[in-house]
């Protein structure tokens, strides 16, 4: 399951320099230092193979897992060393017992009769692979050491690593940042990532690898959730092959993503992910973050980003149109009408953020449910809007036309709107749907006395358009009502 949080507008503006920086080194190690690394690899792992360490030190580890009884590693060794050398040479590596004894020359003893040509071999290769970037700095548990706890973070096992968990940071990190200020970020970030080794270490004990930047940006999410707390916060969540975008409190996150990381830790080991360290990272993240609550929501927004709805209401209403516009789309894609309906409700009265093309996707698929409230929400809602141009009035006329025809009961039109609409039809022309204004504004309320001036002007209409028995009608019609104040 993948539950990932994205915000805007939650706290005060603030640069991310800390998220830029992390982001920075982060690249710059893996396309600078470790891009040499494939090609020491190589050049150690042929030494290795046209050396004689091959011939004894392979058989002197099967014999060392024979005495150990342990069977199963046996076999999946002897697999691996039909597959591919460097392989099973990283297995023995990691089995930090034999290799204790190896380095103690305990297994090729100095009475042994090649023990010469071993040693120089064996110290060629050892100094081959110390020249190599992650080799050098990523944390092994059965060599720990604080620079490695700190410079594996800087590490990635591939593109791919370095994307997703780049990635990850950029969605999580700035609003971290925000609340918490540069420095105090960057120390919760590297603390974080000391609280995933630990974990790890833990959990893995010796002999066990760490590359990555995944534990310190899972105390971020740590961190991230504690410090937002009961703000509620969309989500996009994806299980298997279904995906959609929940708000909810940002706390909620906290359990989902331990109860992932412990379940996939349970399922799948903790080798080929750092699951345990994720699990360290987020509850260490969330720990340090605690004590600053005070702190991040001095930073807050008022109500949760409401204030930068004022100071920018176009952006913010234009954030919300589309949001709501991509909500609406993905429910009809799910068959899921009675959502869609009301998504694009809420998209059609972001007017001020809309767009005439939204906007008329809005109204086509509301207009499907005459009877709702979400068409008669969204009509009246188009019938406002307040631009002259003149494809929004051909919009507007088609709304009012459709609506008036189709909404059931009956068209929802206050005196307000219905003036409004007699006024707009008046400037931009349009007799047919001036003269429906009229006698539905008459017929609410006869004596508003703008009714008497909407009757005249539509039958003012018809006789320019030489239709006189119209324009008599409604003149006798405006008679009826009392003359304007």
Not at 114 to 126: C, G, I, L, S, V
Not at 152 to 157: E, I, K, P, R, S
Not at 176 to 202: I, M, N, S
């Amino acid at each position: 399951m993948i539950l990932m949080p994205y915000l805007r507008n939650v706290t005060r503006p603030h640069f991310p320099v800390g998220v830029i920086l992390l982001v920075a080194i982060n690249v710059l190690v893996f396309f600078g230092p470790q891009q040499r690394d494939e090609g020491r690899y190589r050049l150690a792992f042929e030494h290795y193979a046209q050396s004689v360490l091959p011939r004894l030190e392979l058989p002197a580890y099967k014999d060392f897992l024979k005495k150990q009884r342990r069977a199963e590693d046996l076999k999946e060794f002897e697999k691996l060393e039909r597959y591919r050398l460097s392989y099973a040479l990283r297995r023995m590596d990691d089995d930090a017992v034999f290799m204790s004894e190896l380095r103690a020359e305990r297994v090729i003893a100095p009475e042994h009769e090649d023990y010469a040509q071993w040693r120089e071999a064996r110290a060629y290769f050892e100094r081959t692979i110390d020249s190599i970037t992650v080799e050098r700095y990523a944390f092994r548990t059965d060599q720990p050491s604080l620079l490695t706890a700190f410079t594996h973070q800087f590490l990635h096992g591939s593109s791919g690593h370095l994307l997703g968990n780049m990635l990850v940071l950029i969605l999580i990190a700035p609003a971290v940042e925000a609340l918490l200020g540069t420095g105090l970020f960057l120390l919760v970030y590297l603390l974080g990532g000391l609280g995933a080794v630990a974990t790890h270490w833990l959990i893995v004990g010796g002999g066990s690898g760490l590359v990555g930047a995944s534990g310190a940006i899972s105390a971020a999410m740590g961190a991230f959730a504690v410090l937002l707390r009961w703000r509620r916060i969309p989500f996009f969540y994806f299980v298997v092959v279904y995906f959609d975008i929940i708000r909810a409190p940002a706390l909620l996150a906290l359990p989902i993503w331990l109860v992932n990381e412990f379940v996939q830790l349970l399922w799948f080991g903790d080798r080929g992910v750092a699951y345990g360290a994720h699990f360290g990272g987020l509850v260490t993240g969330a720990l340090l973050a605690w004590p600053f609550l005070a702190r991040a929501e001095s930073r807050f927004l008022p109500q949760g980003g409401e204030q930068a709805a004022e100071d920018n209401p176009q952006a913010a209403a234009s954030d919300a149109f589309r949001r709501y516009l991509s909500e609406a789309r993905r429910a009809m894609r799910g068959n899921d009408f009675e959502r869609a309906r009301r998504a694009y409700a809420k998209a059609a009265v972001q007017t001020a953020g809309g767009d005439l093309a939204g906007w008329r996707e809005c109204f086509n698929v509301l207009k499907l449910s005459p009877g709702s409230a979400e068409f008669h929400q969204a009509a009246r809602a188009f019938l406002r809007l307040k631009a002259d141009d003149r494809e929004t009035q051909d919009f507007i006329r088609e709304v009012f036309r459709d609506y008036v025809a189709q909404a059931k009961p009956r068209p929802q039109l206050d005196a307000e709107l219905l003036a409004h609409l007699g006024e707009r039809f008046r400037r931009h022309g349009g007799p047919a749907e001036l003269e429906r204004v009229a006698r539905l504004l008459h017929a609410l309320a006869p004596n508003d006395p703008r009714s008497r001036e909407i009757i005249l002007a539509a039958a003012s209409a018809h006789y320019g358009h030489g239709d006189s028995r119209r324009g008599a009608d409604l003149t006798k019609l405006a008679e009826e009502a009392p003359p304007g104040g």
